[in-house]
């Protein structure tokens, strides 16, 4: 059966793409973070845009596709993120 | 003996759930989870509980000496602890909690203008006895999904609470037993239990009230 994921974990589903595992150094295309996140192309972009407002992507442009690649920012909240993931685990919880 | 049991407990449930609901508010506001929202909930609303009556016994102490403390305070106490378990459960997807027929939501409040403090005191506690009892049951149903073995602590501190909640509810009907020092004693060992897993979470380099950019 298929694990139900909340929004804040495909949010850092997508993230921890991002950071840990990169196609090259202009970061990740949408297509390969559909595969890695598992996600469907309309979700992913609305995720991908809120997250590149919010600074915690920063989105290039290399030779006409969107490549996207974590920021400071967005290294932080992942941490965060992992840190309060085991806090939650504690209670039984899932962020 | 109580007297001195009683004021620990309720110093001890403060700090704990005071603890405990600012790890939770740093959580919620470092990513927004509204899990985290909803512990933060709960856990000030215990810790909130267990001010009130130790504020009240303070008082009594220092001030009014009458060698008891007030009922209505204790009964307050207990409501805003019964709240903040409730968010606990709630956390944990009770979603048909509430009755779904509006006549019934109506009804279910007329009892309590019905009956009196001590009566209430019993209600509260019952209802927070079913509430810890959820709470740690599904927590420990939690451990077998993902072993984690501070589920097991937060898990086995919320039954102790709820063993206590229980044990304290039913030394009224034995009150002059050891039945409600037991009671305080095992409910300051659950809360000690609920803070050991939560006080292993790092929070170094964890920015505070700060929203990413």
Known sequence: MAEYRTHMK??????????????????????????????????????????????????????????YKISGSGREFLQAYYTFTNFADNFGLVI | MDFLLENILNLVGFLVGLAIGIMSYIGFRNTGS????????????????FFVIWTGYVVEDFVTKSGSVERSIQTVGIAIQMVGYFFIAFSHSIKSFFPKSSYFRSVIILPLFLVSSVQLEHIFRSVSFILLAYGAIETMLSYFENRNKGAISVSAGLGLLALGEFLGWYSFVFPESVLYSASMIIKIGGLILLFIPVSKVPLTKMKFDEDPK
């Open chain 2, 34 to 49: 509204p899990t985290l929202f909803r512990l933060t909930i709960a856990f000030s609303s215990i810790s909130l509980g």
């Open chain 1, 10 to 67: 495909i949010i850092g589903d997508i993230l921890a793409t991002t950071r840990d595992d990169l196609q090259d150094e202009d970061g990740a295309s949408v297509t390969y973070l559909i595969r890695k996140a598992n996600i469907s192309h309309s979700r992913i972009s609305t995720i991908l845009k809120t997250l590149v407002t919010q600074g915690l992507l920063e989105k290039t442009d290399n030779r006409g596709s969107n490549r």
